[in-house]
């Protein structure tokens, strides 16, 4: 027979078996065309026993192994599945030398996954980690975390270089951020300072999104970042201080100082922020202000009244209290840095939010930050670029032009720009062309830094414990921040030791569409939508498919759900328990998929309907069940230690006389 005709009853390529057939025993060369005929049945034979035996130790290397109890009762807890961190790209023979995995097997991984390349090809990180699982092993990126720490700072010196640029420089308003813990009065603080009723239409009372806001005072204006107050928002938080002048960190004085004030705090020394402490909810019995300074005070932030240089103010966001003697010590601390931009140039800001509206396309919210910004002023921003067709303030009057710390919606990007991003309008007409040619190249799809954005990647559910997740949302700083939480839940220890992944396989911004649905459906993931509508086609094609849609508006709700679906796969954990080993004595029956034997149970017990391992000088041969079991000539059950029985093997292996069978039984726990 024809290596290739061989090559195509056994469903892979005639490279591929060239490659496996040494390792059966049958080594014709290794540019062999035929295979004689006689061998064809046992080539065949051996590559079904091979393909099983690679299956289970797959199927192995993703369960927990318990071994038989030894003299004391004690049972020993064995096979953790290893894992190997890589860059975003690999060369085949440096991925084999990480896994300790000879190079044969890496490569016919990648020609049995229709991947032909040499050893000293380079694979992406989704390729490797598919051969990575399919030999074993968790393939993890490396430097992720310091990755991104190293594009924001690059982000951080191209916005200071650019500002540094300023000549004609004038006093601006500040752009103060407020901060501080989840439920101690932030939004109710701004929503007293511009006097409107925010805080009845967000959600749990938590800002969902980042927007900016401008007020007066004394005939001063001054800009507030409104960055979200739940700890999922730490990147955008962030993010606001770099492009803040001022902060307020709120502390209420019923609770005092908790981790995440002390994390505002220390995030505002770090960027050199200078702060104002505002010591809110002094309208409750329970409020102790002392006991705020105190806590203050054990910091190295020493109070004013207590000698120290630390402003703090105690207000009552919700009765209006000291609200406007903390608004006059903001532009005092303004004051003190000099404050200053250039407003003769063209602008130069950071992206605040972004969205895409199904009517008028990408939205973006800009701070300006120096230079004057003017309808039709062409502009890039990050991976897009646009000229501005419409301006408008928070309260949606329509702006002809915007100065230094003027917070302005835009319409009028090329695609959704991502939050962080600089906006900047002073460019040249080559710098607009490089900027138009790399959107052509992306075909106008953003970019964005998080990975998994309009991407669907496959996965193997059945040998995989992974919780996968298609997210659609309104805006994209609320999705940055959703996945960032995801991140962290994912990472959790009690995940992460039983080997359980948290994957976005796709996220976008928009609607819930009947494409996620189709998306859901080959990933076997469940579609989150947080702040977004399901289209009425999506809702009924999900219940045809069984995809599983769940919808938010707040997000810690988001991540508790997932938290609870995560520990739902740790209790679905399959144990395998060995119970007994038997040595075999005696041949007595050899047929088409079975084998009738003796032995004697020399650890353990045998038990009827076990799964059985064929070992041959402590190397597995195959596997199989146990049909029948014979002791005395009588059907048992089980048959213990030191007694001899017979029975029935169900498999293709061929088991000689002094073989090992391990006997195991296997349970979900």
Not at 57 to 79: H, R
Not at 423 to 434: Q, T
Not at 489 to 518: M, P
Not at 562 to 587: F, H, N, T
Request: hydrophobic share 35%.
């Amino acid at each position: 027979m024809n290596v290739t005709e061989l090559a195509r009853k056994l469903n892979i390529t005639t490279a591929e078996l060239l490659l496996i057939l040494p390792e059966l025993g049958f080594d014709i060369g290794a540019r062999a065309i035929k295979v004689s005929d006689h061998l064809v049945e046992k080539i065949i034979e051996a590559y079904k026993e091979r393909e099983k035996r690679l299956k289970f130790e797959k199927e192995e290397a993703k369960i927990t192994e318990i071994k038989i109890q030894d003299d004391n009762g004690k049972i020993e807890a064995t096979k953790a599945q290893r894992s190997i961190q890589i860059e975003d790209n690999i060369i085949v023979k440096d991925l084999a030398e990480k896994m300790g995995t000879p190079l044969k097997n890496v490569m016919t991984e990648l020609m049995k996954n229709g991947i032909m390349v040499s050893l000293n090809s380079s694979i992406d990180f989704d390729t490797a980690s598919i051969i990575g699982e399919d030999l074993g092993f968790k393939v993890e990126k490396s430097n992720n975390e310091i990755k991104d720490q190293e594009n924001e700072l690059q982000k951080v010196k191209q916005l200071e270089d650019l500002l540094a640029k300023d000549t004609n420089k004038t006093p601006k308003p500040p752009v103060v951020v407020v901060m501080g813990h989840v439920d101690h009065g932030k939004t109710k603080l701004l929503d007293t300072i511009r006097k409107t009723n925010i805080i009845d239409t967000e959600s749990g009372n938590i800002t969902q999104h980042i927007g900016a806001y401008s007020v007066e005072l004394n005939g001063k204006r001054i800009t507030f970042l409104d960055t979200p107050g739940h700890e999922a928002f730490r990147a955008m938080r962030s993010r606001g201080t770099k492009i803040a002048d001022v902060g307020i960190i709120v502390v209420a004085a019923d609770e005092g100082l908790k981790p995440q004030t002390i994390e505002s705090i220390e995030l505002a020394q770090k960027e050199n922020l200078p702060f104002v402490i505002a010591i809110n909810k002094v309208d409750k019995p329970e409020s102790d202000i002392e006991k705020v300074k105190k806590e203050l005070a054990e910091l190295n932030l020493m109070c004013e009244d207590w000698g120290g240089k630390t402003i703090c103010v105690p207000i009552s966001a919700k009765e209006g209290k000291n609200i406007t003697e903390l608004l006059e010590m903001v532009n005092l601390v303004a004051e003190m840095e000099n404050l200053s931009a250039d407003a003769s140039r063209k602008a130069i800001g950071t992206i605040i939010e972004s969205h895409i509206d199904k009517n008028q396309g990408p939205i973006a919210s800009v701070l300006i930050q120096t230079g004057t910004l003017k309808v039709g002023d062409e502009f890039v921003s990050g991976a897009t670029h646009g000229k501005v067709k419409l301006m408008a303030d928070h309260l949606g009057n329509t702006l002809k032009s915007a100065g230094p710390s003027t917070p302005v919606r835009i319409l009028g990007f090329k695609d959704a720009p991502i939050v962080g991003d600089i906006f900047n309008a002073e460019i040249s007409a080559h710098e607009l062309k490089d900027a138009k040619k790399g959107s052509q190249k992306t075909g106008g799809m953003q970019r964005t830094e998080y990975s998994g954005n309009q991407k669907v990647e496959s996965e193997d559910d059945e040998t995989s414990k992974s919780l996968n997740i298609i997210l659609k949302t309104d805006m994209i700083g609320s999705q940055g921040a959703i996945i960032e939480s995801i991140k962290k839940l994912g990472a959790k220890e009690e995940f992460q030791t039983n080997n359980i992944e948290l994957k976005i396989v796709k996220s976008g911004l928009g609607s819930i569409t009947d494409k996620d649905i189709i998306d859901g459906e080959t990933t076997n993931s469940m579609v989150l939508g947080f702040h977004v509508k399901i289209d009425s086609n999506a809702e009924l094609l999900a219940k045809e498919k069984g995809v599983v849609i769940k919808e938010y508006k707040i997000i810690y709700k988001l991540l508790e759900d997932l938290e609870e679906d995560l520990k739902k796969l740790i209790s679905l954990k399959v144990v395998r328990e060995q119970v007994g080993e038997l040595q075999v004595l005696a041949i007595f029956k050899t047929l088409n998929g079975k084998m009738v034997i003796g032995g004697k149970v020399i650890r353990g017990k045998i038990i009827k309907e076990g799964t059985t391992k064929v070992m041959r000088l402590g190397k597995l041969l195959g596997i199989g069940k146990i049909g029948s079991l014979q002791s005395g000539k009588e059907n048992v059950s089980e048959v213990s230690q030191g007694s001899e029985c017979g029975l029935e093997f169900i498999g293709n292996t061929i088991i000689k006389k002094d073989d090992l069978l391990e006997i195991y039984k296997e349970k979900t726990v």
